[in-house]
């Protein structure tokens, strides 16, 4: 049977009841989606990895999957959380190395832009920004402003209330926008000349 | 509207709704300040969005996919567990409180009934240390040798002899009934021969 007509639904209900088949579709479907999203709290190897756990954990789950749900919004759930644990190990083992970390900032200092940045340079630059963000925030920050997700589903995927969602978007911003206000002025003088 | 108030809603002017939005117009039309905030948020939504477009691609979707397909269980090893489906699927509350009950009742029990038979044990222990004592103070072949002595019933000669050595022939009158009986025979004994 051709799986490449079926609906997502009965995709979904196939690889519930144990299809393989059904499971590699969906596989082949969401895994640039998700290597998207931990591309952008994690490098392209941690990335890679965080993927297939997530999908692994999504087979081991999946008779928990109810019709009503969204598989996406189910997707970036596991994947944030999964980025969010290997960013708080991450954080515990570079604690004391915040020496390295500044080397790396001035290596990567794109304050004084000479060309305007664009595609993945400009996202490296925003993503590295983003570092210096608590995980809670730096999750709202990207799934808001970067994934595009509305708050509801942010409040969905990371269990939290719309007050907390708000405050940590408003944390995330601010601090973003300090850091960013400097590439703005350059370019603003750059404009006016 | 104050102008920290303002600012607050500039970070998270997403979030608002069309009368908050229309308030923070009519403010930021005659203050400098917010205008600028606003006029900087508006850049950096921007670029943000610009940086959103950017999506890093898996760099081996076939391989990652293999990955994932080698790494899940088959399906019949998820339906090896039919009491594991069955608790997941136990998800009424009050059932779940009830069962959390049972449990710590019988924990309970179980600790009160180990205490209980641990205290009989020690009792067990201890009456029979106190019959065994007995036995050996029994068996002690010194203290046998007296008790048979007490308990050895005296003979009524030994008695009788006993007696006359200790009342005097004097007085015969003043023995014991028995020994009267017997001495009276020794008398009629006597007298005849």
């Known amino acids: 049977m051709n799986m490449g007509s079926l609906s997502e639904t009965e995709i979904i209900t196939r690889a519930k009841s144990g299809d393989t088949r059904a499971f590699r579709i969906l596989v082949e479907r969401y895994q640039s989606m998700m290597f998207s999203v931990s591309c952008r709290f994690l490098d392209k190897d941690e990335a890679e990895d965080i993927v297939q756990e997530a999908f692994i954990r999504l087979w081991k789950n999946l008779h928990k999957y109810r019709p009503g749900i969204k598989l996406t919004t189910w997707l970036y759930r596991i994947v944030t959380n999964l980025c969010l644990d290997q960013l708080k190990s991450k954080h515990r083992r570079n604690r004391f190395r915040r020496a390295d970390i500044t080397e790396i900032d001035a290596v990567k200092d794109h304050s004084t832009p000479d060309k305007e940045l664009e595609g993945r340079e400009l996202l490296q630059y925003v993503l590295q920004l983003a570092q210096s963000l608590t995980p809670k925030q730096r999750a709202v920050f990207i799934l808001r402003d970067l994934e595009g997700l509305s708050s509801d589903e942010v409040c969905e995927v990371l269990s939290m209330k719309a007050g907390n969602v708000k405050s940590n978007l408003y944390y995330a911003r601010k601090a973003l926008h300090e850091k960013l206000k400097q590439y703005f002025e350059v370019k603003e003088r750059r404009l006016l000349l | ?193």
């Not at chain 2, 303002?6 to 205008?35: F, P």
């Not at chain 2, 036995?135 to 000669?157: H, I, M, N, W, Y």
């Not at chain 2, 015969?172 to 017997?182: A, F, G, S, T, V």
């Open chain 2, 1 to 193: 509207m104050n102008c920290d108030k303002v600012k607050q809603n500039i970070y998270g002017y997403d979030e608002l709704t069309e009368t908050e939005k229309g308030s923070l117009h009519d403010h930021i039309a005659q203050c400098n300040s917010c205008a600028l905030l606003f006029r900087e948020m508006q850049q950096q939504r921007a670029l943000f969005r610009k940086a959103s477009q950017w999506k890093d691609l898996p760099p081996n979707p076939d391989r990652l996919t293999q990955n994932v397909m080698s790494s899940i269980k088959t399906p019949a090893g998820r339906k090896v567990r039919p009491v594991g489906e069955m608790i997941d699927r136990i998800n009424l509350v009050p059932l779940r409180l009830a069962l959390t009950s049972l449990s710590f009742f019988l924990i309970i029990f179980f600790v009160s009934e180990y205490n209980m038979t641990q205290s009989t044990s020690r009792y067990n222990k201890s009456y029979s240390e106190t019959l065994l004592s007995e036995k050996k103070e029994a068996l002690d072949s010194g203290r046998l040798v007296e008790r048979l002595k007490q308990k050895k019933r005296p003979t009524p000669f030994t008695s009788f002899y006993d007696c006359i050595k200790r009342c005097g022939l004097a007085d015969w009158q003043y023995l014991c009934e028995e020994c009267k009986i017997k001495f009276q025979k020794l008398v009629k004994k006597y007298e005849n021969s």
